[in-house]
């Protein structure tokens, strides 16, 4: 049985029927009407049955091969990719079709994956220990809603780590807790309002992209060079907001300089405008001297700080926070506190008391020497095996790196290759906003949840997989 795609063209639309044409397919796919592995019709059938020129089809069918949604199985045609939820972020399945993890990852040994981090050394008997004595101290009390900006001992206990290890200078009360990055971006953009035109970083972390843009903002791509989101670039645009990632560029990797930094301050305080500083996994620094986030070396109350405890110690926590100015923070207690606290109370607690009794920063200081490490065995790992026919991008900090290969393969080649082996590595080209590079031949590679076995025996199946 043949599929029918019945799409309505618009006409009178900017786009190209072409472009229309693959948006309707992609949609399909992605709500899982037409589902994964699905062959779609012929070129030729569905030329006739739309009335569309072969053309046009084709085009169509190129667009969105070229994105990852279909791939073309030589004397059998075109069909629906199974997508990932790492690799192509924005799909929906609806519960029938969700794809169950032991389907898709059978086949991966080793999964260079940048969200995770390493599990095995998690203090796990005192996290247990500490939230059993906060259900006991606490009692009754601790199962009722807590205060809208978060519990106010962690807020503390924030503010004081921020400014020796960052050298961010706040108040427990400038601090507002939410469950996640992608919360806290949804509640700025409510703060600062949709009158603003927000820059991003091209390419950069698109989860803040499509929050702020599902809301309504008016976002703008700013692109990179070699110290971070072009300044000049900026400066040119209509933004008065503009979101950055300075410690550890995603996905880039480079550390913005003090004097580009200044450079920022510089066009927010012209601007009367705010800096939107992600600080996801400044923890991590492995070259070079550290730099004051730019929070700390504002002296006009134009930076937000945005920070995290997701890389530093459990993804599932998500328990993120962040640091408001003070035109910010009035207008929050003025008309947001109505919002209640997203982040439970039964993570909250404990995790004051971890920081407050000084596991914390113990744990930290043994997580920088063992992603150091691993850090070490990944670059060693690759000049081992690949040597010059790869470029290392991004390795002063963090837990993920860009590697640049130079065989001639586009990322999506060497994607489907490195899963043959049974790596599992992850696309630049997600994190680019309209026309990108996505043919380049660069992979994401993140190290952070994998051993350092793991990490040479994966580099030595990549180094097969991609014929060097």
């Not at 259900?135 to 199962?143: G, N, T």
Request: net charge neutral; with cysteine; aromatic share 10%.
């Amino acid at each position: 049985m043949v599929l029918e795609i019945t799409p309505v063209f618009d006409h009178k639309s900017k786009d190209p029927l072409y472009i229309q044409l693959a948006n309707y397919i992609k949609q399909e796919i992605l709500t899982g009407r037409i589902k994964p592995k699905e062959k779609l019709p012929s070129k030729r059938h569905l030329s006739t049955y739309l009335g569309l020129s072969l053309n046009t089809i084709q085009a169509a069918y190129d667009q969105l091969g070229a994105e990852g949604y279909l791939e073309n199985k030589p004397r059998q045609g075109l069909f629906v990719t199974m997508l990932e939820d790492d690799i192509f972020p924005n799909h929906e399945y609806p519960p029938q079709l969700e794809p169950k993890s032991e389907q898709v990852h059978t086949n991966v040994k080793i999964d260079f994956n940048s969200g995770n981090v390493d599990l095995e050394h998690f203090p796990f008997a005192i996290w247990r220990k500490l939230t059993n004595q906060s259900l006991y101290d606490d009692q009754s009390e601790f199962f009722n809603i807590g205060n809208p900006q978060g519990e106010q001992q962690l807020r503390e206990e924030i503010a004081k780590y921020l400014f020796s290890s960052r050298g961010a200078r706040c108040s427990p009360d400038q601090i507002v807790i939410g469950a996640g990055t992608q919360v806290l971006i949804g509640l700025l953009s409510l703060l600062i309002g949709k009158d603003h035109t927000y820059a991003l970083e091209n390419p950069g972390f698109h989860r803040t992209r499509a929050v702020l843009e599902d809301l309504g903002a008016h976002t703008i791509s700013i692109r990179l060079d070699e110290d971070g989101i072009d300044v000049k670039k900026l400066k040119d645009s209509t933004a008065n907001v503009v979101y950055v990632t300075p410690s550890h560029q995603f996905p880039y990797g480079m550390v913005m300089p003090i004097q580009r930094r200044m450079e920022l301050l510089s066009w927010a305080e012209e601007k009367g405008g705010y800096i939107i500083e992600d600080d996801y996994d400044g923890e991590y620094r492995y070259k070079g001297k550290p730099i004051p986030s730019l929070q700390g070396l504002d002296a006009n109350g134009n930076v937000v700080y945005l920070g995290t405890f997701s890389k530093s110690l459990i993804p599932s926590i998500r328990i993120s926070y962040l640091v408001l100015p003070q035109t910010l923070l009035q207008k929050y207690q003025d008309h947001f506190t109505i919002y209640k606290q997203t982040a439970s109370r039964l993570h909250q607690i404990p995790l004051s008391r971890f920081m407050n009794e000084g596991h914390w920063q113990s744990h930290l200081n043994k997580m920088r020497t063992l992603y150091r490490k691993k850090q070490n065995t990944l670059i060693h790992s690759i000049n081992k095996y690949m040597g010059d026919n790869v470029n290392i991008i991004g390795e002063k900090s963090g837990l993920h790196i860009v590697l640049e290969a130079k065989n001639g393969m586009p990322e999506k080649e060497l994607i489907n290759r490195a899963m043959k082996v049974g790596v599992k590595v992850y696309p630049l080209s997600i994190y680019y906003s309209g026309p990108n590079d996505s043919q380049e031949s660069k992979v994401l590679l993140g190290f952070g949840g994998l051993t350092v076995e793991e990490i040479e025996k994966g580099i030595r199946l990549l180094t097969t997989a991609w014929n060097f």
